[in-house]
């Protein structure tokens, strides 16, 4: 007796392609590292806001025409009138205004530098408003997870209700929208037109974007610095000229806090996105990214419409006695497993242990300011800052033309309303911790000391201001054979309106290359007290330059 039944049987290598797809979909961002790179996309392009607008860069050419025409002034005006005046000749003049004469031989080649920096930026401001105005990068993994996903979903479903008989047409028409939605995503975010826009800014900004160039460009602000402050301390003096007779030197020289306030963020923007922008770079080719949805797209909407064609499973006979039956070949079931990465991130290294014998030290180490007239400092307190790439014990140091030591490398320190470092207790920044020429206010552990005409301040905070971090309250332990120890993570340094960790260890309690100590001698007779550590900069304008800092004096215990 034949019996009539024709149910629907799903095509199984349809429908297995289809998990194949989706499970490529899905592992597509783990290929390309994009769970971590595209969120770093994200940063740098937020980071980048604030400059890449046209007015901006205007403003910046406008700083170097005022340096440059400040330069002019200074070697036709300012620089004959101060030889004259003083009697020497050129190259004695020149020796006395060593940083002035550094500053004026390099700043043809540091204007073109910079201006090409400036050029790269303008000619990529509508590349970057187009990258800009994408979907947020840390959402770019999830618009290929997430497809994946639900075609996978789907795909499986169905072969589970083709194989119980039921209609898997739902399904299948699902996975056709999911496909066209994926081929109409580019067009929808503007991506044929943006990501390769994104691309060709990758491409401008490599050459910028090396630690080597950065390095170079920080170097600059020193440089101008240094030139800034002996064209007011040496020249101006010397030549002694009538008000007005060198109008661009005097606005430079009265400009150049702001112009160094509001300029070197730039290139601490630049610093602190370096492996960000290494990240993005190693991403595929930006023109790539909309292909990355309609291939994919379009392979899954095409799928999707062959499973919409569900062929009929041919009739069941039975013959009567001893009759042959025929089936339909049963459905196979191939399903791709996604390997899931668990990053475990573990802290290591047991506390050093402290000697029985070590005695806390809670009161002030009052400071004493350098004697430094006859070249490096004799005895007192000092701060000294090591270029990018050199190390503590050989440099290269910094200059610092406002310096009153006679090695401008060295810089006095000099005591503040509170007479020094207290341990035991914070002492903070105040609010605001800036005026409004950048300068540093804090001045309880010391007095606010010029810096290329910017003077930093130094306080010890509970919650750092750079980094956000809780701070230990500053502290320092002798040991038993009067070595000096502890913890300084709260200092830091307040400058240009910028801050800075100068403490060791940092407030999260590494110590990044150039970070050591503290480290000293303490007397317990006569009080006296020996100080040093070294504390790198992580981040800002400065970045990968370390602080060398030492203080001297005498401690005053505090009183119960």
């Given at each position: 007796?034949?019996?009539?039944?024709?149910?629907?049987?799903?095509?199984?290598?349809?429908?297995?392609?289809?998990?194949?797809?989706?499970?490529?979909?899905?592992?597509?961002?783990?290929?390309?590292?994009?769970?971590?790179?595209?969120?770093?996309?994200?940063?740098?392009?937020?980071?980048?806001?604030?400059?890449?607008?046209?007015?901006?860069?205007?403003?910046?050419?406008?700083?170097?025409?005022?340096?440059?025409?400040?330069?002019?002034?200074?070697?036709?005006?300012?620089?004959?009138?101060?030889?004259?005046?003083?009697?020497?000749?050129?190259?004695?003049?020149?020796?006395?205004?060593?940083?002035?004469?550094?500053?004026?031989?390099?700043?043809?080649?540091?204007?073109?530098?910079?201006?090409?920096?400036?050029?790269?930026?303008?000619?990529?401001?509508?590349?970057?408003?187009?990258?800009?105005?994408?979907?947020?990068?840390?959402?770019?993994?999830?618009?290929?997870?997430?497809?994946?996903?639900?075609?996978?979903?789907?795909?499986?479903?169905?072969?589970?209700?083709?194989?119980?008989?039921?209609?898997?047409?739902?399904?299948?028409?699902?996975?056709?929208?999911?496909?066209?939605?994926?081929?109409?995503?580019?067009?929808?975010?503007?991506?044929?037109?943006?990501?390769?826009?994104?691309?060709?800014?990758?491409?401008?900004?490599?050459?910028?974007?090396?630690?080597?160039?950065?390095?170079?460009?920080?170097?600059y602000f020193i440089t101008i610095g240094n030139g800034e402050a002996q064209m007011r301390t040496v020249a101006l003096p010397a030549a002694a000229l009538p008000p007005g007779a060198a109008p661009d030197v005097n606005r430079f020289v009265a400009d150049w806090p702001r112009i160094n306030r509001e300029m070197s963020p730039l290139v601490g923007v630049m610093a602190d996105n370096l492996d960000n922008f290494a990240a993005v770079d190693a991403l595929p080719p930006f023109a790539l990214f909309p292909w990355f949805f309609v291939i994919p797209g379009a392979l899954i909407a095409g799928l999707g419409l062959l499973a919409m064609r569900e062929p009929r499973r041919p009739a069941i006979t039975h013959r009567h006695m001893g009759g042959s039956v025929s089936n339909a070949t049963k459905p196979t079931v191939a399903a791709g497993a996604l390997v899931v990465i668990a990053l475990t991130a573990m802290l290591a290294g047991p506390a050093?242990?402290?000697?029985?014998?070590?005695?806390?030290?809670?009161?002030?180490?009052?400071?004493?300011?350098?004697?430094?007239?006859?070249?490096?400092?004799?005895?007192?307190?000092?701060?000294?800052?090591?270029?990018?790439?050199?190390?503590?014990?050989?440099?290269?140091?910094?200059?610092?033309?406002?310096?009153?030591?006679?090695?401008?490398?060295?810089?006095?320190?000099?005591?503040?309303?509170?007479?020094?470092?207290?341990?035991?207790?914070?002492?903070?920044?105040?609010?605001?911790?800036?005026?409004?020429?950048?300068?540093?206010?804090?001045?309880?552990?010391?007095?606010?000391?010029?810096?290329?005409?910017?003077?930093?301040?130094?306080?010890?905070?509970?919650?750092?201001?750079?980094?956000?971090?809780?701070?230990?309250?500053?502290?320092?332990?002798?040991?038993?054979?009067?070595?000096?120890?502890?913890?300084?993570?709260?200092?830091?340094?307040?400058?240009?309106?910028?801050?800075?960790?100068?403490?060791?260890?940092?407030?999260?309690?590494?110590?990044?290359?150039?970070?050591?100590?503290?480290?000293?001698?303490?007397?317990?007779?006569?009080?006296?007290?020996?100080?040093?550590?070294?504390?790198?900069?992580?981040?800002?304008?400065?970045?990968?330059?370390?602080?060398?800092?030492?203080?001297?004096?005498?401690?005053?215990?505090?009183?119960?």
């Open positions: 007796m034949a019996q009539g039944g024709a149910p629907r049987r799903p095509r199984t290598g349809v429908y297995v392609g289809l998990i194949v797809a989706g499970a490529g979909l899905v592992a597509a961002p783990f290929v390309f590292s994009m769970f971590d790179r595209a969120p770093a996309g994200g940063q740098m392009i937020d980071a980048f806001r604030p400059f890449m607008t046209r007015a901006q860069v205007d403003k910046f050419r406008g700083f170097l025409a005022e340096i440059g025409a400040a330069d002019d002034q200074q070697r036709a005006v300012v620089d004959p009138a101060a030889v004259a005046r003083l009697g020497t000749t050129a190259a004695e003049y020149a020796q006395r205004a060593s940083y002035l004469r550094t500053f004026e031989q390099q700043w043809h080649g540091i204007d073109a530098d910079m201006s090409d920096m400036l050029d790269r930026m303008q000619r990529n401001l509508g590349n970057y408003q187009g990258v800009d105005a994408l979907p947020p990068f840390p959402a770019f993994p999830w618009f290929f997870v997430v497809p994946g996903v639900l075609v996978v979903g789907l795909a499986a479903a169905a072969l589970v209700r083709g194989r119980r008989g039921r209609s898997t047409r739902g399904a299948a028409i699902a996975i056709v929208v999911l496909g066209l939605g994926l081929i109409a995503a580019p067009a929808v975010f503007q991506m044929f037109t943006r990501a390769p826009n994104g691309g060709e800014m990758i491409d401008d900004f490599r050459p910028l974007m090396t630690r080597a160039k950065l390095t170079t460009i920080q170097g050093a242990a402290k000697s029985s014998k070590s005695t806390a030290l809670v009161g002030t180490f009052e400071v004493t300011a350098a004697e430094c007239a006859a070249g490096a400092p004799t005895n007192g307190s000092y701060f000294r800052m090591v270029q990018s790439g050199g190390d503590t014990t050989n440099g290269p140091f910094v200059p610092n033309a406002d310096s009153s030591c006679s090695d401008k490398t060295y810089t006095a320190l000099v005591p503040g309303t509170a007479g020094g470092l207290v341990t035991g207790k914070y002492q903070p920044q105040p609010n605001p911790p800036f005026d409004t020429s950048g300068n540093g206010t804090a001045a309880a552990i010391l007095a606010p000391t010029k810096f290329f005409g910017v003077q930093f301040a130094v306080s010890t905070n509970k919650t750092d201001p750079q980094t956000g971090d809780a701070a230990k309250v500053p502290s320092l332990t002798v040991s038993y054979k009067g070595a000096l120890s502890g913890n300084l993570s709260a200092f830091g340094v307040a400058y240009g309106k910028q801050q800075f960790n100068q403490g060791a260890p940092k407030p999260n309690g590494t110590k990044p290359t150039g970070t050591q100590g503290p480290t000293g001698t303490y007397s317990g007779k006569t009080g006296s007290f020996s100080l040093e550590w070294t504390s790198a900069i992580v981040g800002g304008p400065f970045d990968g330059f370390t602080g060398v800092w030492h203080l001297e004096g005498t401690f005053k215990k505090a009183k119960s």
